[in-house]
């Protein structure tokens, strides 16, 4: 069986610094997709971040990096220069053919409060 | 482009009722997953869709829950005989296929059962 841990229920910043939230996994497949979810207060859920197990340079997009390890099964995402808008909960999930249909698994999630 | 859509956003029903929850995925993704989200258990996947065709309907919590989707595009998730363990909000996403794709998610709809 997949698993997806968050071991950081909530994390506070302040507005400019780095914050970096944590997520390990359990899977036995080596093909694999790593997602970071943002789901605002609104309740959207958007990506922030995909990273493909075979690539071993880090996924970054503008502001929101990853630290992909992958032998010891970790992916951490970075962000920096934290913004009001950064507050939300935030998903690390798991994709790989052993998914139904390469349903997402997602753990439980770190509320990020950004504070001014 | 359009988003994915979902309807309605909130849902008040009696508990032993039926509701129908809808989902318009993005043209063109042949991939389409209906997602629970409850405080109790996080994010559980429920069905997926590709096409018209639900291969695995393992996910579903009970009997009383079914979907189905037509023409490729929308789908309906039914629960009848509501029940309060119902209570959640159901998500929607589709993707381009089913694979590493990105999943795009609907605003979701709110159920309360009272």
């Known amino acids: 069986a997949q698993t997806v841990t968050q071991s950081q229920p909530e994390m506070s910043v302040q507005e400019a610094e780095t914050v970096t939230l944590s997520c390990t996994y359990d899977?036995?497949?080596?093909?694999?997709?790593l997602f970071w979810y943002k789901q605002p207060p609104s309740r959207q859920m958007i990506l922030v971040i995909r990273?493909?197990?075979?690539?071993?340079q880090n996924a970054t997009e503008n502001r929101f990096s990853v630290n992909f390890q992958k032998a010891a099964k970790s992916f951490s995402l970075k962000i920096s220069d934290s913004q009001l808008g950064d507050t939300a909960m935030y998903f690390c999930?798991?994709?790989?053919?052993?998914?139904?249909?390469?349903?997402?698994?997602f753990g439980k999630g770190t509320s990020l409060l950004v504070t001014p | 482009g359009a988003g994915v859509s979902q309807s309605p956003s909130n849902k008040v029903t009696e508990k032993g009722k039926d509701v129908e929850l809808r989902c318009d995925p993005i043209s063109g993704h042949t991939a389409l997953y209906w997602y629970r989200q409850s405080l109790g258990q996080g994010l559980e996947f429920l069905i997926y869709?590709?096409?018209?065709?639900?291969?695995?309907k393992s996910g579903l919590p009970s009997d009383r829950f079914s979907a189905e989707r037509t023409g490729g595009s929308v789908s309906t998730l039914t629960i009848q005989r509501t029940q309060q363990e119902d209570s959640a909000v159901y998500l929607c996403?589709?993707?381009?296929?089913?694979?590493?794709?990105?999943?795009?998610f609907g605003p979701g709809t709110r159920l309360t059962v009272t």
């Open positions: 899977t036995s497949e080596n093909n694999y997709y």
């Open positions: 990273q493909e197990a075979y690539k071993q």
């Open positions: 999930a798991l994709v790989s053919n052993s998914n139904s249909g390469y349903a997402l698994n």
């Open positions: 869709f590709q096409g018209n065709s639900a291969p695995d």
């Open positions: 996403a589709s993707s381009l296929d089913a694979g590493g794709y990105e999943q795009y």
